[in-house]
């Protein structure tokens, strides 16, 4: 029996053992209500309104304080001796590279072949009121982290749940927040076995196939296939091993270099069709508020423009957190700060760059996905088209970029994934190795398997975590609050210099426990 038919056999029976559940998962997280001839899922906007409260419930934070957020990261108020493992601006790749993914490049190639050049205004605006939300469940992240005796770190929804509603509710509180302490360790789990680590070397996979001659090119075969999961589970399995230090060492430089090549070569096709700019940028704003042909009108593109910068940016789905909370630092707020800068990163910057560059370029498959409700044609395939606009040789930097960005996010979930696995069954050498040995052959199973129904029961189970996660964040705002309030003090004294560095008010990091 050749390898493509033992794939196919175990694909086949995958789906038909999991398909009734991630049916019946799909509707529920993400069931729609009718609005203006069009379906609004109700997670996007049970998203979207956590963005609008925080927003107003911290003064538009992520903008009276993004200045603040970006001195933050260059290192202007780091403190010596700070409990830790990464920097700032360590901590922040880290985070970035696990949300920066095929979806700013497909994603956002589909939302406005659905929704129209206009979703892409919605996309930004979103995109800022995600800023508040990470700002939050950041600040949380390292106020409740755990500092263990070795000096490593776990932080995460796990932790800041429990220890959170403890705090502020005593016994009661502390018994819901240890039950959904243990639901958002199996939910971070199972997304990253599954859309953090599978999907994302399917996807760059193909991707890489469709550049090198298609099913009958260099790596269109099982062989091929083997040899590029295996290829990618050695980098991934070689930097697990290092913990966060060496996570963040390799995506504090892959981050900056994919997000440049991608900006770049967005940039050259723009500049090649300079003369559509202004048209383009006028097309965007125009199809946001008088989209021609999209179901809805005005409330279609804005539900897919938001949809699209909710599933990407993940603000308030609890993930980035655990990346943050590895960070050096006396002042939770500070590093809450720096997280706000991810959405931007990810959803204003880079998904706009996308959206901007396929609206310019215009090119046909983009007309004709447009004709189709974006049904017709792959989203990665539009935005490679449009790259080729400008050299026929363009896609090729697509492909280089789609690689980073999926080997980037799987290292980060699969850091994620770790912190969930040790929650669950203990910090133990023998328990982290068997994960991460698990996470490999994961890696490894994603270019011979598709498993699209898991991949749909995993991005279910994440937003089921924004469910609970954004409850918690609800309940817990006013520690926030004094957070943000106590690094300002900090900040006003160092700007004063009153404040020598290295010192640090202890009493901010009271309620990090250390564990064996």
Not at 464 to 487: C, D, H, Q, T
């Amino acid at each position: 029996m050749s390898l493509d038919s033992i794939t196919t056999s175990v694909d086949e029976a995958v789906s038909g053992f999991f398909e009734p559940i991630a049916t019946w998962l799909g509707e529920v997280v993400f069931y729609s209500v009718p609005v203006a001839g069009t379906e609004l899922p109700l997670i996007v906007a049970w998203l979207v309104i956590a963005g609008l409260v925080f927003t107003a419930w911290f003064g538009l934070v992520q903008v009276r304080k993004f200045r603040l957020a970006v001195d933050v990261v260059r290192g202007k108020y780091d403190e010596k001796g700070s409990a830790g493992e990464v920097n700032h601006f360590q901590a922040l790749t880290a985070a970035v590279s696990g949300t920066v993914g095929l979806g700013n490049i497909a994603g956002v190639a589909v939302a406005v072949s659905i929704g129209g050049p206009g979703a892409t205004f919605w996309m930004i605006l979103c995109g800022l009121l995600g800023m508040a939300t990470k700002f939050v469940e950041v600040t949380l992240g390292v106020k409740y982290r755990e500092v263990h005796a070795d000096g490593t770190v776990s932080g995460g929804p796990m932790h800041y749940l429990p220890k959170g509603l403890a705090d502020r509710f005593g016994k009661n509180g502390k018994t819901l927040g240890k039950v959904l302490a243990v639901l958002a360790s199996f939910m971070i789990l199972f997304f990253g076995l599954f859309g953090g680590n599978l999907f994302q070397v399917n996807q760059s996979y193909a991707q890489l196939v469709s550049v090198t001659g298609g099913e009958d090119g260099l790596m269109g075969s099982s062989a091929g296939a083997l040899f590029f999961g295996i290829l990618i589970a050695a980098l991934v399995g070689i930097v697990l091993l290092g913990g966060i230090r060496s996570i963040a060492n390799v995506t504090s430089r892959l981050v900056p270099a994919m997000a440049g090549i991608y900006i770049v070569a967005c940039l050259v096709v723009i500049l090649v069709h300079v003369s559509a700019l202004l048209a383009a940028i006028g097309t965007i704003i125009e199809g946001a508020f008088n989209p021609q042909g999209v179901a809805g009108g005005v409330i279609g593109a804005l539900i897919i423009g938001f949809q699209r910068a909710a599933f990407s940016n993940e603000a308030g789905l609890g993930s980035a957190p655990i990346a943050h909370s590895a960070v050096k630092t006396k002042h939770p707020a500070s590093e809450g700060l720096v997280a706000l800068l991810e959405p931007f990163i990810d959803t204003v910057v880079i998904c706009t760059m996308t959206a901007l560059t396929i609206v310019i370029a215009n090119p046909a498959s983009w007309g004709e996905a447009r004709k189709s409700n974006g049904e017709s044609i792959g989203g990665v395939t539009i935005t490679s088209d449009a790259f080729g606009t400008v050299m026929p040789w363009f896609p090729y930097i697509l492909t280089v970029a789609v690689l980073l960005f999926a080997v980037s996010t799987v290292l980060t979930w699969g850091y994620y994934g770790l912190k969930a696995w040790t929650y669950l069954f203990g910090r133990t050498r023998g328990s982290e190795l068997t994960f991460k040995v698990l996470y490999t052959l994961f890696a490894v199973a994603g270019s011979l398997l598709t498993l699209e129904t898991l991949i749909g029961m995993a991005d279910a189970v994440l937003f089921m975590l924004a469910v609970i996660n954004i409850i918690g964040l609800y309940l817990l705002a006013p520690v926030v609050k004094r957070e943000l309030n106590s690094f300002l003090e900090f900040v006003r004294a160092r700007n004063a210099h009153e404040v020598i560095e290295g010192d640090g008010d202890d009493e901010d990091q009271e309620s990090v426990k250390t564990t064996v």
